[in-house]
């Protein structure tokens, strides 16, 4: 009897551990795995926060992994928990004397949610606030993504709301990141681009205020401030030079009012600056809204007809398939040539190969590529990179209107020896062309980012150095590195000329309108000029000429890069 009574209570036993074996399961499930997370929301639902920073976000990094291209910054302002201030009416009146506005400007911030004030704060008012002693109003330091003086902002982007409901529910199934109707997400560029690996699940730095259900502050816990480790953001570490990038967008502040810069490293293909005009800063986009149409344009991977700058082309297929000698000679009519006029109406007369090359004849020019042929000229442009709108790291799409094929189309090759008619580059583009001339000949894929780190400093995903391709023979090349000399030594480059260095690159003017002086001014040039640096493209939109409006603003950043202090 007692046998069979032991038995049916292993029976039993077991019978109710299955039943309870899938309670036990979840519940483990949710100590182990959920934890943390139900932890924090029941944190949460007895206290009050603040975030310490404007947009819980990863960085964008330059080329170091230290320097921040949003250039944010932490400013003091206003933190304020309403909801733990009894006499609110008092502390109103209060604030508003020491901030000079008005009761009513101050009243609705004490009806709503924790947060901090937009108010800018002197030393005085920061000290007359904390002398107040207000339990639930203080001063605290705020991290705000963009600062004054953001840097390559086109290439960084901005921030926006999400804007439907469709757009919210996207994100929350595409990745592993939680959002709300309430999140700013990347807009534009690499903001855009990088939207998963850099927005964070949760702020790195808190106010918290600890109270009961009846909203007091907790003796002995109060209002604490908190830090979090691990807040899934990540940074994405550009190729951009930091001081490089801070002198462009000097230079052009002061003398491009519409164009775009590109500066290359020498070699490797790394873009080290991009800066664009019309300027923005991301901190505040709406004030640029409506406005000038190519204000968010990222202008150095937009389309524009190079000029002469695609004399290049023309010139490195001609020497590398012998249809032209430096020596030789041709003859240059001006207004009068039956195929295209040239800029100097005139005529330069006779004038050889080396010559028109650095007084950028256009005659000559189109001679050279009517003597290629559309193919050829196709063929060394695509070599070039002249119809790759890639860029490793930096996803743009693709403009469609660049089709190289146009070129063979009737009529089309004149135009487009002298990089007018169906031509169409972006700068970035040009600066990888000229860079494959610096590098004897070999082309690389330009690079704008080098990979993405965590939190730790360890990098999670890299992005290598650009594939390379032989596009031209060492001789070509080094002739072309001597012809692009006499451009800024005795041709129409000469405002390019960097003294005590050296300088090397060519000219472009491209007609915007065939009944307006204003054209597109290039100047596509390296320092120094033995051994090269950096590669430097510049377009000044309704300039003068590639020497007048370009060539100087070359020089000037070529010589504020090469200074010793810098």
Known sequence: MGYFLQKRLVKTFYLILFLFLPLLVHLGVIQLIHGDEYNTKALDQRSLKVAMEEIPRGQVLDRYGVNSLNRGEKIPRIVLYPQVIKNKEEVIEQLSTILGCATQELAPYFTGTSGFLSYRLNQTQITAIKNLKIPGLMVEDIYFRYGETPLASHVVGHLGRISEQDQLEQLNRLGNK??????????????????????????????????????????????????????GRQDVVTTLDIHIQQVVEKIMAERVERGAVVVMDAGTGDLLALASRPNFNPANVSLYLPGDEDTFLDQCTALYQ???????????????????????????????????????????????????????????????????GAEKLIRYARAFGLESQDIIGYPVPKDKRQQLDLIAQPYNLVNSSIGQGPVLTTPVQLTAMLNTIVNNGVYIKPRMVKGIKNEKGKYTQHFSMGESRKVISNETAKELQRLLGLVTTQGVGKEAFVTGFGSAGKTGSAEIFAESDKVNAWFVGYAPYEKPKYIV??????????????????????????????
């Not at 309430?182 to 964070?200: F, V």
């Not at 009519?333 to 295209?340: A, F, Q, V, Y």
């Not at 377009?539 to 202090?565: D, N």
Request: aromatic share 8%; net charge negative; with cysteine.
């Open 178 to 231: 939680k959002y709300t109707l309430s999140d700013l997400i990347g807009k534009t560029g690499l903001e855009y681009y990088y939207e998963a690996q850099l927005k964070a699940d949760e702020p790195a730095s808190i106010t918290r205020a600890y109270v009961d259900v009846y909203r007091n502050l907790i003796s002995g816990l109060g209002i604490q401030r908190e830090s979090t480790q691990d807040t």
């Open 537 to 566: 493209t510049v377009l000044v939109k309704e300039g003068v000429s590639g020497g007048v409006s370009a060539a100087p603003v070359f020089r000037q950043i070529v010589e504020e890069i090469l200074l010793p202090s810098h």
């Open 306 to 372: 190079p000029g002469s700058i695609f004399k290049m082309v023309v010139a490195a297929a001609a020497l590398e398939e012998k249809i032209v000698k430096p020596t030789d000679t041709f003859v240059c009519l001006g207004g009068n040539d039956h195929l295209i006029n040239c800029w100097h109406k005139t005529g330069h007369g006779p004038i050889t190969f080396e010559e028109a090359f650095a007084e950028s004849c256009n005659p000559v020019f189109v001679e050279l590529g009517l003597k290629l």
